[in-house]
């Protein structure tokens, strides 16, 4: 294993689909839910999206009975940008496995230039899927229309702040600006009766949704809390003890350079984190 790859363990289960299953059990033991990601991004050709998907499949069966079939997966990865009917027929045959098997995909939400393509594929997914979900960030300025028609159409949707670098175009900058979004956003969503997925490490937005559903008494049985493996896993237990549904997202695999990228930029403590361990 190169020296790197231990420093992205803290957030990375492992390379094989074998070490991100045993973490999986591991959390499901403490009654933590899960969302498996092999991580991999941008393919260029159509035998390594057919690789892709082939492996996404294969995944939905290795995850042991008892712990939900629920993985995550990135457009981009699945031939997004060879072919849009590639990337659809792709992503149908795993949602279909996933429907054998009583699963649940959710689809990542990458950059901006693939928003609306990804919001596009879902929406014709949807019409003949139920087990399929989508991802919105709560800095594009687009978000809020999203989420009005999400809401309308009843999907399920996580939301996070996002985490790729755009424009203020297209994207809003200021982070106070950022949470004001998402707060506006999760209480459409936790309204909506649609089952959400708050997915942030972020204690102000946890505990505005906590404070809104309880004035609202919208149970926790109606939406989760969502974590990235390695970060806050004191907050993942307590949140459970306190009664909410908490899933964290286990990724693994061999490509996890770009992810772990987004991780460092993030945050400086996961910056620290790793120049601890480089002199340690
Ligand atoms: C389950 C999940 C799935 C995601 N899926 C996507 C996706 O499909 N597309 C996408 O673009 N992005 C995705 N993201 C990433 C997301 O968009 C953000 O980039 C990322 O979550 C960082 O924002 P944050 O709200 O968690 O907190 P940050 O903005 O990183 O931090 C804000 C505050 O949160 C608290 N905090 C954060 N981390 C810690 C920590 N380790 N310990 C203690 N306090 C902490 C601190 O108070 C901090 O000041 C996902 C995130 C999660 C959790």
Not at 10 to 18: D, L, M, S, T
Not at 182 to 189: G, I, M, Q
């Amino acid at each position: 294993m190169n020296p790197l790859t231990l420093f992205a363990r803290r957030f990375v289960a492992g390379e094989k689909p074998q070490d991100a299953v045993r973490a999986g059990e591991r959390l499901h033991a403490k009654g933590i839910k899960v969302t498996f990601d092999k991580l991999g991004e941008d393919v260029k050709d159509e035998g390594a999206a057919k690789r892709t998907t082939e492996a996404a499949r294969e995944l939905l069966g290795l995850i042991p009975r008892g712990i939900e079939r629920n993985i995550s997966i990135k457009m981009s990865s699945m031939g997004q940008d060879i072919s849009r009917d590639l990337c659809v027929e792709n992503v149908s045959s795993i949602l279909e496995v996933a429907r054998q098997v009583g699963g649940f995909v959710r689809l990542d939400m990458e950059g901006s230039k693939l928003t609306q393509d990804t919001i596009g594929i879902f929406q014709e997914l949807r019409k003949r899927h139920d087990n399929v979900g989508l991802v919105l960030q709560a800095y594009l300025h687009r978000t809020p229309d999203d989420v009005k028609e999400a809401v309308r159409r009843r999907d399920r949707v996580r939301l996070c702040k996002g985490a790729y670098r755009e424009p203020p175009a297209v994207a809003l900058q200021d982070m106070a600006e950022i949470r004001r979004s998402f707060k506006a956003c999760a209480h459409l969503l936790l309204e909506s009766g649609s089952y959400a997925a708050i997915a942030t490490h972020d204690e102000e937005l946890i505990r505005d949704t906590i404070d809104h559903a309880s004035a609202q008494k919208i149970p926790s049985s109606r939406f989760e809390f969502q974590m990235l493996y390695g970060l806050r896993p004191r907050r993942w237990e307590q949140l459970v003890a306190a009664g909410y549904n908490m899933r964290v997202y286990v990724p693994f695999g061999t490509h996890w350079m770009p992810y772990f990228y987004r991780r460092l930029r993030e945050r400086k403590e996961n910056v620290l984190f790793v120049l601890k361990n480089l002199f340690r």
